[in-house]
């Protein structure tokens, strides 16, 4: 091993540099990453165990959170399991943007475009089951316009029987509506209760 080159020591303190334990400057070495920051290149060759590439992309990402975007996807997230909760489809309907995309691992239906089509799929739902119970979680991501959650589902099913489900969501978000979803759950428990509706 090269002195001043390898381990390096992250500074916690500004979570976007590396440096070499010695101190010597490798300036020659330097790269600049797409962020704007620059780091080591040993730094940049090692990112792939994602500590120095999470403290070299957070500090971009968080700063990029004009408007408090971040803020409005986990609320647009909140408003979303609200409104299926309350089986309110008008609020359900106001999360999506137009022109939205759906994906479930469920055929049908698979991929949904538009928001007139995701609506009528949820409107189905809110007539065949009763009281709907949720809970969940929703974690932002780096990007402001995106978040992940998990929920857990369970409803009466009005012919009899109950659904109960859980997953977990990828969502990308506009202002304050839903333009992109993939949402994973449970496809046994989905098709038992509405493969044959």
């Keep these: ?78 408003a979303l399991y609200r409104a299926l909760t309350a089986k309110d489809l008008d609020a359900f309907a106001a999360v999506w943007a137009p022109d939205a995309i759906s994906r479930m691992p469920v055929t049908p239906p698979g991929e949904i475009h538009g928001r007139d089509g995701i609506v009528e799929g949820i409107g189905f739902f809110f007539m065949v089951v009763g009281e709907v119970r949720m809970t969940w979680q929703i974690r932002p991501l780096l990007n402001p316009h995106e978040v992940v959650s998990t929920w857990t589902m369970e409803a009466p099913l009005l012919a009899g029987g109950v659904y109960r489900n859980r997953g977990a969501q990828i969502m990308r978000i506009h202002g304050d509506q839903i333009v992109d979803n993939t949402e994973f759950l449970d496809t046994a428990a989905f098709l038992k209760a509405f493969g044959q509706q």
Excluded: K, W
């Excluded at 091993?1 to 390096?8: D, F, H, K, N, S």
């Excluded at 403290?55 to 959170?65: E, G, H, N, Q």
């Design 1 to 78: 091993m090269q002195p001043g080159t390898l381990p390096l020591r992250l500074d916690n303190r500004r979570r976007d540099t590396a440096r070499p334990l010695t101190g010597q400057s490798h300036n020659h070495e330097d790269v600049i990453m797409t962020t704007g920051r620059r780091v080591p290149r040993r730094a940049a060759l090692a990112l792939s165990g994602g500590a120095v590439l999470g403290a070299a992309l957070a500090p971009a990402f968080a700063s990029a959170d004009t408007g408090g975007q971040r803020r409005r996807s986990i609320a647009t997230a909140e």
